[in-house]
């Protein structure tokens, strides 16, 4: 916004009074994101930059391209406004699929995770999906079709204000290729207590999947130009599903005891990562479903009960994961700072390096739409699909 500044200039100009225009400096957020960045129209929508907090010093800026999160501040063990997500600065990079594709803070729909080369079968219809996640011959739909997915469409703004932003989208029947006309809320609320809350809520008028998740990729050191894995993680799962080399999960569940998929206690990410172990060689790093103990068939998910927790030693900053889904899928920045990668600046100018930080994304166990004996996505007519997770934060 510009003012007008009345100045008088002496000397050979006495008495002469000339109005000149002068800018205000830009006003940031706590996270030093400059909303005006994040202004702009696509596809004749408006984009917008929102800021969501509470009295203890929590600030999440959220943008309605992709129903993203920006930043995530909370204070540190010294009370430091730290930010602790991954991102970008300006929509613009948000925008460029081509040259700067991200799913970060991302509201991920129709389907999170990945379906087998794209092919399901509703109502007794076979549908082909966008596979845009390609490994060799084989090519899998990921995250409803990434780039052509939910993340990169305007959401419309339902409700805002200083603590809630509510988004929704239309997702049209044949949308990247799966069927029926979708309705899709999620709802952003920072809590009292410091808790991000995420709520997302659809209802359709064909049989369809939806399985929808938040894709905020955590460092809490809050210095994202270090890799994240001396961050300490705990996981309340028994069990994993392992994945094949083109991270298609293989229909087995199998027990993480005794593996390197054994968080049950709290632990070091760094030490337990055994790059011999087959599954995390495949991966790189950790890019699994665990089936969380807080998900019963008969009672459904506890989201009271911690799923997760990661913890940075270097910040204090403790962060408490709950939903009411059976699984969580815990990505370690794997393709984070490879190749080319490794060049693009990010918040504030920043490169990450890979394994830089931590996703922890609830979800129902990915490919579950073709393996009929897990819990299934499955929404019909009359149906509304809801789904929740919350992030605690903390220090200690």
């Known amino acids: ?61 959220v943008t309605n391209y992709g129903g993203r999160v920006v930043s995530l501040v909370v204070p540190d063990k010294d009370g430091k406004p730290t930010d602790v997500v991954l991102g970008f600065d300006n929509i613009a990079q948000y925008a460029d699929t081509l040259n700067t594709p991200s799913d970060y803070g991302s509201s991920v729909g129709r389907y999170a995770n990945r379906i087998n080369q794209g092919k399901i079968t509703v109502d007794g219809k076979e549908y082909q999906l966008r596979q845009n996640d390609r490994h060799g011959e084989i090519a899998h739909c990921l995250h409803g079709g990434g780039n052509t997915g939910w993340m990169h469409k305007v959401w419309e703004v339902v409700e805002s204000n200083d603590s809630v932003l509510k988004l929704s989208l239309i997702s049209p029947d044949g949308d990247n290729g799966f069927p029926g006309e979708v309705k899709a809320t999620v709802t952003y609320a920072v809590l009292p207590n410091n808790t991000l809350d995420i709520q997302w809520d659809a209802t359709t008028d ?4 939806v399985n929808m998740t938040n894709h905020n990729y955590y460092n809490l050191n809050g210095d994202f130009s270090q890799p994240g894995m001396d961050m300490v993680l705990y996981v309340n799962a028994d069990n994993f599903t392992p994945s094949d080399a083109t991270y298609m999960t293989t229909g087995e569940i199998r027990s993480v005891e005794g593996t390197p998929m054994d968080f049950r206690t709290p632990a070091v990410i760094a030490e337990k990562m055994d790059t011999n172990y087959v599954y995390i060689k495949n991966a790189t790093g950790y890019d699994h479903n665990w089936c969380l103990n807080t998900y019963s068939r008969e009672k459904g998910g506890d989201d009271t009960v911690v799923c997760a927790s990661l913890y940075s030693p270097k910040t204090g900053i403790f962060m408490e994961m709950f939903t009411n889904e059976p699984g969580v899928q815990v990505y370690t920045g794997n393709f984070q700072g490879v190749g080319p990668d490794a060049q693009i600046a990010r918040k504030h100018g920043v490169k990450y390096p890979k394994h830089v930080s931590v996703c922890l994304e609830s979800q129902k166990y990915p490919d579950s739409p073709n393996k009929k004996e897990w819990v299934q996505p499955t929404l019909k007519p009359g149906e509304t699909y809801h789904s929740h997770a919350a992030y605690k934060f903390s220090v200690k």
């Open 1 to 61: 916004m510009k003012h007008l500044k009345s100045i008088i200039i002496g000397a050979g100009m006495a008495g002469m009074l000339f109005t000149a225009c002068t800018k205000d400096e830009p006003k940031l957020t706590v996270s030093g994101l400059d909303p005006a960045a994040f202004d702009t129209i696509i596809g004749n929508l408006n984009v917008q930059l929102f800021t969501l907090k509470n009295s203890n010093g929590m600030e999440v800026c």
């Open 206 to 209: 064909k049989e369809t999947i």
